[in-house]
């Protein structure tokens, strides 16, 4: 993707094999919140890697999510301090992985996403 001229390149592929993705992912941390559709609790976490389908997130919590969850996400695109109800993103979990303090989820979204070059490059 090129914007104002500069280049913002997805993740390389790992190995030989091929991505069976259907949207490119690109590396990004920032700080999101979750929670299941049928919680009112969020939990605090942390995007690894973004696409318009879905994100990677680590989680630090005791909450323990599992394949087939729906669950809502809230993230921090920018500096904003407060995310509102309609920018809620609605997914389900499809992977779980579960690490020393928590676990590393992914999520697809229900509907694709668009995702603005200044999100990927906060200088753009």
């Not at 989680?59 to 695109?77: I, P, S």
């Amino acid at each position: 993707m090129i914007d104002k001229n500069r280049i913002i390149e997805p993740l390389p592929l790992k190995g030989p094999e091929k991505d069976r993705r259907r949207h490119t992912r690109w590396a990004l941390v920032r700080a999101c919140k979750l929670r299941r559709a049928s919680s009112i609790a969020f939990e605090a976490a942390r995007t690894r890697d973004v696409s318009p389908g879905g994100a990677r997130l680590v989680t630090a919590g005791q909450k323990k999510y599992a394949v087939g969850d729906r669950v809502e996400l809230a993230v921090a695109w920018s500096d904003e301090t407060v995310v509102s109800q309609d920018a809620l993103i609605v997914g389900k979990i499809v992977r779980t992985t579960p690490t020393e303090s928590g676990q590393t989820i992914a999520v697809q979204f229900e509907l694709p996403m668009s995702i603005d070059a200044s999100v990927l490059d906060p200088a753009a």
